[in-house]
């Protein structure tokens, strides 16, 4: 057993010092220290030795397992420390390396159109209102003067929620909202940016899309005075050779109505297949807002008159932009967001 001993303590010694990395000297700690180990096996020899030998043996025994114990921590030691300069050198950065562009958000086409709307009618003095995306009928048609079974509320296909709300299918219940809080008082002038929804789903419609409302209410309010707004608008978001034409129509809560069309952004007005060869492209409809409308909403058409407009701001980014369809505002495709990298 002396012998066993001796032998597993050269053994062993060598062992250890041949161990290469620390996963192979896990494995030599076991093989000869560990439970099911070669000293294990040994001290299981101890009951076969005569008693009074055993002191004896037993401290060698000791010897033995300290002198490993202590070659293992030594080696663990080593084969640490060679491991860390290892990975060290592997992790050695190169400075002169050029850095990675960080990609940079960018603000979308709509929120900057929408910006620069707000900008321009801030100049000129307006307020700017919110109204919330779940209206309620009356506000979106009845105090529109489009009460129930009105032929017009076919004009626009509207998302229900239940009988008396909808999804609001324009920005116009802003301006009945804004005239009850304000009225009678004037002058007031308004514009109100906003989501609106329509059951719409084609390449220049969507089922979700931004109009811009604007309000004047006061005293000797003229469709001259909408005219010149337009046109100045026009002016200062697509350039001072732009223009504006008024084409009759029809809207409940106006008399009268008009669509605004502006010049074409893809020939300048010699016509192109943009603009189906007119030369014009409608942006927006507007109007003298109608006597009913203003006495529903709390002021007198005998002292007051106003004009009310309702633009497509999907579509100004659109003509801006040069973007012929309108979903790729909303599908999120980085490569056509990209595009609008940096500026406000
Ligand atoms: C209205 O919504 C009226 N409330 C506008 C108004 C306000 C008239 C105040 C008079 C006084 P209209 O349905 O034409 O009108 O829509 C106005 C603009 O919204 C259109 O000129 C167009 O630019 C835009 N638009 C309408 N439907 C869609 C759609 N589905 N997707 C994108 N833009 C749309």
Not at 59 to 73: I, T
Request: glycine share 10%; proline share 6%; aromatic share 6%.
């Amino acid at each position: 057993m002396e012998k066993q001993l001796e032998q597993l303590a050269r053994q062993g010694t060598e062992a250890i010092e041949q161990a290469s990395d620390l996963n192979q000297l896990e494995q030599v700690r076991l093989d000869l220290l560990g439970k099911k180990g070669r000293m294990t096996a040994i001290l299981r020899q101890m009951g076969q030795v005569p008693p009074e030998q055993r002191p004896a043996l037993g401290a060698l025994v000791n010897d033995v397992r300290n002198k490993l114990e202590e070659g293992l921590a030594k080696r663990q030691q080593q084969l640490s420390r060679l491991e860390m300069e290892q990975q060290l050198a592997a992790e050695k950065l190169d400075v002169t390396l050029p850095g990675r562009r960080p990609s940079r958000g960018a603000v979308h086409p709509i929120s900057r159109v929408c910006r620069q709307i707000e900008d321009i009618f801030l100049g000129m003095g307006y307020s700017i209102e919110e109204g919330p995306d779940i209206e309620s009928d009356y506000y979106n048609f009845v105090a529109l003067n489009l009460p129930k079974n009105h032929p017009a509320r076919d004009m626009q296909d509207t998302f229900y929620i239940g009988e008396e709300m909808v999804l609001r299918t324009h920005t116009s219940p802003v301006q009945v909202r804004t005239m009850e809080r304000l009225a009678p008082a004037v002058p007031l002038k308004m514009i109100c940016p906003g989501r609106v929804y329509r059951k719409d789903d084609d390449a220049t419609h969507s089922p979700m899309f931004f109009q811009v409302e604007g309000l004047v209410v006061d005293k000797g309010i003229s469709m001259a005075d909408l005219k010149g707004t337009l046109q100045l608008f026009a002016r200062q978001m697509f350039g001072e050779k732009q223009q504006v034409r008024l084409r009759p129509s029809y809207f409940p809560f106006t008399e009268p109505s008009a669509e605004v069309d502006i010049l074409c952004t893809g020939c300048g007005g010699k016509g192109c297949r943009m603009c189906s060869h007119t030369g014009w492209l409608e942006i927006l409809g507007a109007g003298m807002v109608h006597p009913r409308v203003l006495e529903m909403s709390g002021y007198d058409p005998r002292q007051v008159t106003g004009f009310a407009f309702g633009m497509g701001i999907d579509r100004v980014a659109m003509l801006k932009y040069g973007i012929t369809d309108i979903r790729h505002l909303y599908q999120n495709d980085l490569r056509v967001l990209e595009q609008f990298e940096g500026g406000m």
